[in-house]
């Protein structure tokens, strides 16, 4: 089971933005590869703080892991909130997308003898909405959805940058009142990568990309939410070089349904049924998310009544269990009576019988909308 992210960090789920970002900064000074070589422990949990700071740094993503813990980004298939703990981020990952904030710019670490690690480009990231069914949330399912995404073009070729030499980063010297000062920043002539464009075919744009079409088979798994965002790593656009491709980013969409309303895991069903089968009892076929059920109502229900279908709702994302189809009986009024509907029912006004005689376990309105909730 993976450790919380607020306890990789050591900080509390009420910790600011410059908080998160200033524990980051020392757990990974901390662990840092250049500090620890050859410490493998060392370089995991460099990692973990690296992931930890990915997920919480970001707003969006925080709120996700606050409310549904690491299955917000853990859906299986492929999916992950960083890429991580299934080989989807690797080191220079890390010293790409976050070596920024120990003022290095690009991979480099000011203050560690190691400092020259490239950083690698990585392609922009792409997104995509999918629309899914009651049926397809409560059972999983996977879908094949075409997305354009650049890639390199075939006969594109690359050769070392000659402004950075390759390393993707430019230094420079100053003088100042302090001293020398040696700062690094991102090769403006090939944006980091250490590589620019040797050969291109015609068709292709100035970092020798083109356009492409692309079925990608998604795995979306049971339980997901409206508005949640999933991750296939590596299918957005390529980077161009020796870089490393961008993500595809999928936000769920959940369809209406016919007859059911979705409360979390829980399900509700309106089921309307006669008088006269209030009365003498019934049974009745009711739609759930694995097919359609008879359920038995019992004679003398009375409208308001919630029956009570367990384990017919919703699969926890957080393997909780499985939600409940709640059933709410509603006795249908007819608006409109003939003659002798009408006589049937004038003699049943002063008939016992049809007296209301609410019995204790009869709960209110309130009651029951408690009950539900608890």
Known sequence: MKEDFYKILGVSKEASATEIKKAYRKKAIEF???KNPGDSKAEEKFKQAAEAYEILSDADKKAKYDRFGHQAFEGGGGFGGGGFGGGGMNMDDIFSQFGDIFGGGGGGFS???GGGRRAQVKGSNLRIRV?????EIANGVEKKIKVKRKKVAKGTSYKTCTTCGGSGQVTRIQNTILGRMQTSAPCNSCGGSGQSIDKKPANADEHGMLQTEETVSIKIPAGVVDGMQLKVS???NEAPGNGISGDLLVAIEEKPHDTLQREGDNLH?????????AVLGTSKEIDTVNGKVRIKIEQGVQSGKILRLRNKGIPSINNYGTGDLLV??????PKTLNKEQKEFFKKMTDDDNFEPKPEKEDKSFFEKVKDMFS
Do not use: Q
């Open 32 to 34: 840092h590869p250049d």
């Open 234 to 236: 590596g299918k957005g």
């Open 269 to 277: 069903y309106d089921l309307y049924i006669s008088i006269s089968d």
């Open 328 to 333: 709410h009986i509603n006795v249908w009024t």
């Open 131 to 135: 629309r899914l069914t009651l049926e």
């Open 111 to 113: 203050g560690f003898s």
